[in-house]
């Protein structure tokens, strides 16, 4: 089901946002970052040993 | 509200995927860098690696600057998750922590800013074998912050 919108200028004012393109160019991947590699391991390990396949289910309290 | 007025100015790619900013401190101007990368295996979840960028190259997330700024690094982080889902509401962002102090962090962290988030936010922690919604006194093993469906 689509899922809603919502604003987040009530909360941060837009100056506290900048666009900065060259940051796409510079963007850290599994290939080009070891440490993100590491980061991304240790969380598939731990879905892995939790068996979160269905990772969106949520029991409600 | 005010929380997350407190945090440091944000740079970001056009697609608010990529975002870093300065933390400013007594040990100097460290670059900070938050990235949420998918999991191969599944494109609708993402998992929130942040730390110091080294050398422009690499995060670091195992050192300690005791920059003395660590709840406005959190509020930033936490404005970052928020800036990601509103232009990515189907995506899930995953957090844990490599160590049982990191988790912690986080639980702090979530726990200090949820009232600021928007209520269409959903905030769920891993324990016990299985997700529940997030409550402050739970040490989770994972937390994961979504968009709620309509």
């Given at each position: 089901m689509k899922k809603s919108v919502f604003i987040h200028n009530a909360l941060a004012p837009a100056s506290n946002v900048v666009i900065d393109s060259s940051l796409k160019e510079r963007k850290l991947t599994e290939d080009n970052s070891p440490a993100l590699r590491a980061k991304m391991n240790i969380a598939r390990s731990f879905m892995k040993e939790n068996g979160l396949?269905?990772?969106?289910?949520v029991s409600k309290k | 509200m005010a929380q997350l007025n407190h945090c440091y100015p944000l740079r970001s790619d056009e697609l608010y995927e990529t975002f870093e900013f300065e933390s400013e401190g007594p040990s100097g101007v460290i670059l900070k860098r938050i990235e949420f990368p998918s999991f191969s295996e599944n494109l609708i979840v993402v998992n929130l690696a942040f730390g110091d960028l080294i050398g422009d190259e690499d995060l670091n997330d195992?050192?300690?600057?005791?920059?003395?700024?660590t709840e406005k690094i959190l509020a930033t982080v936490a404005l970052a998750v928020l800036l990601f889902l509103e232009h990515h509401p189907d995506k899930v962002v995953f957090a844990t922590g490599s160590t049982y102090s990191r988790n912690r962090l986080y639980r702090m962290a979530i726990t200090r800013y949820m009232t600021d988030f928007p209520k269409e936010l959903e905030i769920s922690g891993y324990v016990n074998e299985g997700w529940e919604?997030?409550?402050?006194d739970v040490n989770y093993k994972a937390f994961k912050v979504e968009v709620k469906t309509t």
């Open positions: 396949s269905e990772l969106t289910k | 195992t050192n300690v600057t005791n920059n003395g700024d919604l997030f409550s402050k």
